[in-house]
């Protein structure tokens, strides 16, 4: 999937400079070599540092970056993640791109470490969703992982996860599921298959069709959740997901749950501070 964090990079300075950064070209001259650094202004997870490399050598690979602070460290404010130097037009037209890549990563960075640290001594992981924002999902999603969080899935492409919708166009639960296992045999494709249940009518429903790997519980209480992860004794992975918050994170994971899903950490969180300033 590299090929589509290149067009990000390639859009996004198109979008950015267009015909031209006129502000740096009048008044820097074209030979003009400069250096700057990175400077962490709020405690957090750094993210980003690979992508920023990858920003400073598309645009011009003279530029030299040296890393003092790699990706999924603990930073505070005043840390020096890195360094850059070389033509100081470059290093201009290149800081805002790269701000905001690193600003957003590190952002969803530490908000997925806060949650799996809410989650330590459970055996319940924190997966993210495809609530991210369109075009930048890859480094989004390797963001959580930075942070120590799970890629539920990059697209539609790579699990089947029939939700509601699914169910209902399909006409049910054992509609949806036995279509998607014909499919996959037609298609010669393996890949899981989650379910996604609204009720313990529907869960006994997948009990009863099965040939799924997981089955996610949607706006379960935390009761119901319980009793849920006892019905399905460890038959198949088990999701928790819809209305969870931080605060009631845990009491989801201490009923059992493999998984719980939280769009909160790609579609709402805060940018964590920093500033790219000459030196």
Avoid at 43 to 49: K, P, Q, R, S
Wanted: some cysteine.
């Amino acid at each position: 999937m590299d090929h589509l964090i290149d067009e990000l990079i390639k859009l996004s300075f198109a979008e950015d400079i267009g015909d031209g950064d006129h502000t740096t070209l009048c008044c820097i001259p074209a030979t003009e070599m400069g250096k700057s650094q990175l400077i962490i202004k709020e405690d957090g997870v750094l993210a980003g540092v690979e992508m920023a490399k990858r920003v400073f050598n598309h645009f011009d690979p003279s530029l030299k970056v040296t890393v003092y602070i790699n990706d999924g460290a603990e930073v505070k404010k005043g840390d020096i993640a890195l360094v850059v130097e070389g033509k100081t037009q470059s290093l201009l037209q290149t800081e805002r791109l790269m701000l905001n890549i690193m600003q957003r990563m590190s952002g969803i960075a530490t908000t997925t470490r806060k949650y799996v640290k809410a989650l330590e001594g459970t055996n319940t992981r924190v997966l993210d969703t495809r609530k991210t924002t369109p075009g930048m999902r890859m480094i989004e999603k390797n963001a959580v992982k930075i942070g120590g969080g799970v890629n539920h899935r990059i697209g539609l492409f790579d699990m089947i996860l029939l939700k509601d919708n699914h169910v209902d166009f399909a006409g049910g639960i054992a509609q949806a599921i036995n279509g998607a296992k014909s499919y996959l045999k037609e298609k010669g494709k393996t890949m899981k298959i989650e379910i996604e249940i609204r009720s313990f009518d529907e869960l006994e429903q997948v009990l009863a069709v099965g040939g799924v790997d997981r089955i996610m519980l949607d706006n379960f209480s935390t009761a119901d959740t319980k009793t849920a992860v006892e019905r399905i004794a460890g038959r198949f992975e088990t999701e928790s997901s819809g209305g969870i918050t931080f605060d009631t994170l845990r009491s989801y994971a201490e009923c059992g749950v493999d998984y719980i899903s939280v769009g909160a950490l790609t579609h709402s969180v805060k940018s964590l501070d920093m500033s790219l300033k000459a030196c």
